[in-house]
């Protein structure tokens, strides 16, 4: 039996776990169509996780994928966040508003939380994936010991080393062209900036675990692509943001179909690591931001407060648009209308 017909997959398709954008709704309609549909968790406690998966599970009865964040502990320092605010300042006051007196750790890595590793093992979801790193061997075997399959990103042979060497079951390949979070496990360290085509095919040729390739595939060319290089499917997250089932508002759909969706943009300045964003007023002015960015997700918290303060004076320049190289070729209709067509599409590529 293939990996695929062991979760039930009817076409190696992967909607990508995307947090804050990927919903209930939206997974069980990808897995009810032959898919495997994936939430976000990482962004959120354990309770909140928990009602995400029991949402999840009440509309669908096929596998699907939680994905959980494994960065290292957010390192505070006064000082950066202080002169983070400041250069801010005038941003928020644009908006006649001002920046918060000080920033906070607006979530915790999986690598420091109990209570969600319980909660999981608890509710022992099918799959589980990991993004920014792999968590420690004692939470991987908790996993794995109540049936849990493991996935984790990888954008360099190195890092899928240390996943393979953990005991991760597949690796998800994502490529420069990704949107969202790049899943490096060290920001700071050297990034070749692999695409998906090259690094999924260094994968394949080194790795003995089986290799999911993610970045810019938006069409079924694209998938019929990745399969031909070796994948055993092809993860896709810009491609379902128009669904009707995503949690996308109104603007971060309409900037799929601006001109800034043809110019996405690797950015610190939303979050305090890299992220592919469609360009907007905040990537413009993190381009030419002289001061030090706080660490992940400390920067987050600073970023949201701004983007509310020009959202309630009806500015959406400063969203969290997220967006891979591919945008422009979007579709909107119902996820599992889309996810047939897809599977179309790639199948007459062929």
Request: charged share 15%.
């Amino acid at each position: 039996m293939t990996l695929l017909q062991q979760l039930g997959m009817a076409v190696p398709i992967i909607q990508a776990p995307m947090a804050g954008v990927s919903t209930p709704k939206l997974a069980a309609a990808i897995s009810n169509a032959g898919g495997l549909g994936s939430i976000g968790i990482g962004a959120v406690d354990a309770p909140a996780a928990r009602s995400m998966i029991d949402a999840t599970r009440a509309l669908t009865k096929r596998a699907f994928n939680v994905n959980l964040f494994v960065h290292a502990t957010a390192k505070a320092d006064a000082a950066t966040e202080t002169r983070w605010l400041e250069a801010l300042r005038p941003l928020f006051q644009r908006y006649e508003a001002t920046p918060p007196d000080a920033l906070k750790t607006i979530y915790t890595s999986f690598a420091d939380d109990d209570n969600m590793l319980a909660m999981l093992v608890e509710a022992a979801p099918p799959v589980i994936s990991f993004h920014f790193g792999v968590p420690s061997s004692d939470r991987i075997n908790a996993l794995k010991n109540v049936g849990c399959l493991l996935l984790a990103s990888a954008t360099s042979p190195d890092e899928a080393r240390i996943i393979e060497a953990a005991g991760i079951d597949v690796v998800v390949a994502q490529g420069w062209e990704a949107g969202g979070h790049r899943g490096v496990f060290d920001p700071l360290g050297l990034d070749d900036q692999l695409g998906m085509a090259a690094l999924t095919r260094l994968l394949v040729r080194q790795a003995s675990i089986p290799v999911v390739a993610a970045g810019g595939i938006m069409d079924g060319q694209g998938i019929r692509a990745t399969l031909n290089l070796g994948a055993i499917a092809a993860q896709l997250g810009t491609a379902f943001i128009a669904c009707p089932e995503s949690a996308a508002d109104q603007a971060y759909r309409a900037a799929l179909s601006t001109i800034g969706a043809n110019h996405t943009i690797m950015t610190h300045a939303i979050s305090g690591r890299p992220a592919r964003c469609i360009a907007n007023q905040f990537t413009e002015w993190g381009a030419s931001a002289e001061v030090a960015v706080p660490a992940y997700p400390i920067a987050y918290d600073a970023g949201k407060a701004l983007n509310a303060a020009a959202k309630a004076k009806g500015e959406n320049g400063f969203g969290a648009q997220w967006a891979g190289q591919g945008a422009p070729l979007h579709r909107t209709m119902p996820a599992a209308d889309l996810l047939g067509l897809l599977w179309r599409e790639a199948t007459a590529a062929a």
